[in-house]
């Protein structure tokens, strides 16, 4: 009989929680409607927007070893498997053999790849060099807006003319 009773005990308690979280569920609902309604939405930005313009002259990042590597091996595992036409396919090929090779095997790719590195680095030190001697251009002639260029001549409208009223005699009535 304590079995029955645990069993119908437990029954009971699934009931209690299905209807008490069925009104949990509505009460939710009505809030995050109230809420939804009294903010107004906001226009997602795309990547495109968000993200920085890249600079065309900036020179590409050098490729890992692997990629030099993986170069190589997709010629020659295109010639073995012309029927493999999904990138994926040379990707994982190229990847697994990657992972068998020695650290022997491993040192062309990792001396061309250290070689393209310090290239790059060159390149960008004399790029960084360039830009920033640009923004030093930039920086040392301003442009004066037009705004402030008609301010200008306004304010000399205005001293001119109050020499001319000084110039004139005061006539007096």
Do not use: C
Not at 69 to 83: A, M, T, V
Not at 110 to 121: F, G, P, T
């Amino acid at each position: 009989m304590k079995d029955t009773g645990k069993a119908k005990k437990g029954a009971n308690t699934r009931v209690v929680k299905e209807k008490t979280s069925k009104v949990v569920d509505k009460d939710i609902k009505k809030r995050k409607a109230v809420v939804k309604d009294a903010k107004p939405k906001k226009q997602r930005k795309s990547k495109k927007a968000t993200k920085a313009a890249k600079d065309p002259n900036q020179p590409k990042r050098p490729p890992t070893a692997f990629f030099i590597f993986l170069d190589e091996f997709r010629k020659s595992f295109k010639e073995d498997h012309p029927e493999a036409k999904g990138v994926a396919v040379v990707g994982k090929a190229g990847g697994e053999k990657w992972k068998d090779m020695s650290e022997f095997e491993k040192a062309p790719y990792i001396a061309k790849a250290q070689q393209k590195k310090q290239e790059y680095d060159k390149s960008m030190s004399a790029y960084n060099k360039q830009k920033q001697d640009d923004e030093e251009d930039d920086e040392g002639t301003p442009e004066e807006s037009d705004k402030s260029k008609q301010s200008e001549i306004n304010d000399d409208d205005e001293e001119a003319s109050e020499d001319r009223k000084e110039d004139l005699p005061i006539q007096e009535s």
